[in-house]
């Protein structure tokens, strides 16, 4: 079974990043705002700091409300 997650961005526009995010049977597409914190840096960080069992979380804004990964 493939558990691999994707995030494909596309081109920021107005302060709005596309997310096409796939994971399994799940795919969910959204903007995501640049307000109030850096998304992508938090991906990045949560990828390459990440241990096993341990929990961190993304939080992508769509104002007014959020995504939590």
Do not use: C, Q
Not at 3 to 32: C, M, Q, R
Not at 39 to 56: C, G, Q, W
């Amino acid at each position: 079974m493939d558990n691999s997650i994707s995030f494909t961005f596309g081109t920021p526009k107005h302060g709005w990043l596309p997310v096409d995010f796939h994971y399994k049977d799940f795919h969910l597409e959204f903007a995501a705002s640049d307000v109030l914190n850096n998304p992508i840096e938090e991906l990045f960080n949560l990828v390459t700091r990440i241990k096993d069992s341990e929990a961190m979380r993304v939080t992508w804004w769509l104002e007014p409300g959020g995504i939590l990964f």
